[in-house]
């Protein structure tokens, strides 16, 4: 159990670490901004299918 | 004495000869019904032996059609409806006269009526659309397994009252558009108000008053009655009428569509879904298009693959929807409408989204193509989906990386998330019957003090929680709608706990909304 207690408190102080680094800033900043561009790209392709949908009823019965 | 009911052994036939002999409507015309059909197989599914039919019965959302439009026209229309109920067991006239009227020796108790009620169809006394208020059993549940799992979400209690015997039926009614006071609009608006009338308290407005309040505020609108269907503006002005807030969300994407239809609909709201139905060919192309329908979906369908987000891997249960069930006026109730993917190409080769419908003779060539979600809700449900799921997936990606990177390694694997509208009651409830929380946690979230409705975004890992992710749903956007979050893994809250003091990352995240889900472990201690 002890071992355990040390093991975790270790894995948060490096995780601390990792994330106060330059390196861990620069890894999460590009894992959110790459998580913005998905979600754009997820809202703007909506838009684009209420365009598709809008021309679609308005093409007439053959 | 002429009896007031009949009982017979259920067939398809029976059923017909029933709709023809209790309406205006002929056997012809009900044959061509799209309904026919999905009744048939319907009541195979439900196993359906005994018909009870009940004369002369007395509707009331018919009578308000009756007392609206009916009773002022020319030709004499009845004002009494017929009720056809359906049992999966079976019996005899003589059984069920043993019963009513108090026979000792009776081998029908009432018990083994409500063991095997699968709910009523009301006919109409008229010349074409003949079902009215209809109450039928789901489809049976299924287990989670290889072929997924049905859910019903919106289904209520509706008490049935046979010559003093006691029935019920869970489900959520259905009734068929007439043209004249109600379209199909109406009839889907109808069932919404079924569902959304028990949860939310407000009252109910039978076909011909949802017509009259949702043209009333749009006086270059042709005239209410005969119906020739109610626009989006309409359908949102019914909806304001019974108190309630029309949202309407974007429905392009279809990830983002089935994502906002399962977290709403498991919140017990049910959707007002509108469409195109586009006849195509056998490669899928459109020949025409038929013109704008409007259901009510009440139930999904899961299945067992979870679709990964685009790039981001993201994985979200409501990615494995792949079947609604809607009350379809032209159709049925609870019928399926697919997601499987296919596309229609049109004239200028643009690739659409559409889903399956069941109309049509021939399967698959009537396709639709989602135009409009309409969800009503309750005023004070103010935080939209949209904003919940993005900064849920925002702070899934930077668990993300922290896993890919070895920080967190006691999480192999990517976290599946399920988000969803709930309320502190049912919160709650399943907090109490949870074993996965440690005993000082799970006393002070039961006593925590919480809004009454709650955006929860549920993460798991290997099937087991990890951490749920609450947000103030009655907030509004500008405001710290982030609730708290509820730590079943200590480890991972540790780690998380720890790494939120970091100052930077305050900084990389102060503006966004996943920020306040960070803001929160900060304050967190680290004990």
Known sequence: ?62 | MSSNFKVLEYSIGKLKGILADNSKASIYLIESKIYIAYFEEYFDTLNARTIIVEYDYVDRDFLEDFAGYYVRCFPDYKRYCTRIHFFDRLFTEDNFKSLISAFKDSLLTENNLQNSYLGFIIVKPLPKTIIGRTCLRTYPKNDAGKDGERFFPIIRQYNVNLFGISLNVETLAFQEQDQVAAACATSALWTVFQGTGKKFQHSIPSPVKITEKAVQSFPWATRAFPSDGLTAEMMAQAIRDVGLEPFRPNPGDEYIRKATLYAYLRGQIPILLGFTICKVNDQYQLDHTIGGHAVAVTGFHLGSHIEPLMSSGFLLKASQMDKIYVHDDQVGPFSRMNFDKIKISSEDSSQIDSISTSWGSQRGDYRAVINLMLIPLYHKIRIPFEIIFDASMSFDSFIEILRTEGMIPFIEERLEWDIYLTTINNLKSDIFNTAELESELRLEILSYRLPHFIWRAAATHKGEKVLDLLFDATDVEQGQFFLRAIEYNQKLSKVLREISKVSSLEQTFQTTSEGKIIEWFKQQPND
């Open chain 1, 1 to 62: 159990m002890a071992t355990l207690e040390k093991n975790i408190h270790e894995i948060a102080r490096e995780a601390r670490e990792w994330v106060s680094s330059e390196k861990g800033q620069k890894t999460i900043e590009k894992a959110l901004k790459e998580s913005k561009e998905v979600l754009s790209r997820l809202h703007q392709s909506s838009v684009n299918n209420a365009e598709k949908l809008k021309s679609l009823a308005s093409q007439k019965k053959q």
